[in-house]
């Protein structure tokens, strides 16, 4: 059981957009920043947004983050076949003093 | 370019022990708040434990707190996990990952893998 709440999956054609929420609480998304991380395949993490909705360099603008209340958001637009991969919501949880992350979604390209 | 390259992985008897090690570079390693995060075969992320740059603020999830011990030699750029009484649920893939003052990871390295097993 993860601390933030994500769906499993979501899926939807290329080309397409897609997003993909992530939900917590007052100790953890409600007053600390959001990230969001891919994974493609048999390999490590990467950092896709972070502060909520702020790209590292050479993360494409397809990729946007937000946040509300307890809950963020991430989007993916002009999805592409090499976007198939497993993401993940995290931040700091004040009241466990723990980092916390989602349980992942995986996203498929049909 | 940042580099985080995990090593001291393999195949561990239940109770047994393991030190996990992190070399840093390319970035101020003092300055960086380190982190262990660890993911089990098929399953997701899982936060496993937090060292400041001066070793002043440590944390632990509490799957881990009494077991295990992270530290770091500022000196040798170095991250490290004393992994004790090792369980068959601490089998994962252990990343070392960096994090920032706003909590983000924004460095990781490839991981290595912890199999507990009799």
């Known amino acids: 059981q993860s601390v933030l709440t994500q769906p499993p999956s979501v899926s939807a054609a290329p080309g397409q957009k897609v997003t993909i929420s992530c939900s917590g609480t007052s100790s ?23 502060d909520n ?6 993360i494409p603008d397809r990729f946007s983050g937000s946040k509300s209340g307890t809950s963020a958001t991430l989007g993916i637009t002009g999805l592409q076949t090499g976007d198939e991969a497993d993401y993940y919501c995290g931040t700091w949880d004040s009241s466990l003093s723990a980092g916390v992350f989602g349980g992942g979604t995986k996203l498929t390209v049909l | 370019e ?58 632990y999830a509490d799957s881990v707190k009494g077991r295990f011990t992270i530290s770091r030699d500022n000196a040798k750029n170095s991250l490290y996990l004393q992994m004790n009484s090792l369980r068959a649920e601490d089998t994962a893939v252990y990343y070392c990952a960096s994090l920032t003052v706003t909590n983000y990871f924004d460095y990781w390295g490839q991981g290595t893998l912890v199999t507990v097993s009799s």
């Not at chain 2, 970035?27 to 001066?54: C, D, E, H």
């Open chain 1, 28 to 50: 953890n998304i409600g007053n600390n920043y959001v990230s969001w991380y891919q994974q493609l395949p048999g390999t490590a993490p990467k950092l896709l947004i972070y």
């Open chain 2, 2 to 59: 940042v580099q985080l390259v995990e090593s001291g992985g393999g195949l561990v008897k239940p109770g047994g022990s393991l030190r996990l090690s992190c070399a840093a570079s390319g970035l101020t390693f003092s300055n960086y708040i380190m982190n262990w995060v660890r993911q089990a075969p098929g399953g997701g992320l899982k936060w496993v434990s937090s060292i400041s740059g001066k070793s002043g603020y440590i944390h």
């Open chain 1, 53 to 58: 909705n702020k790209r590292p360099s050479g």
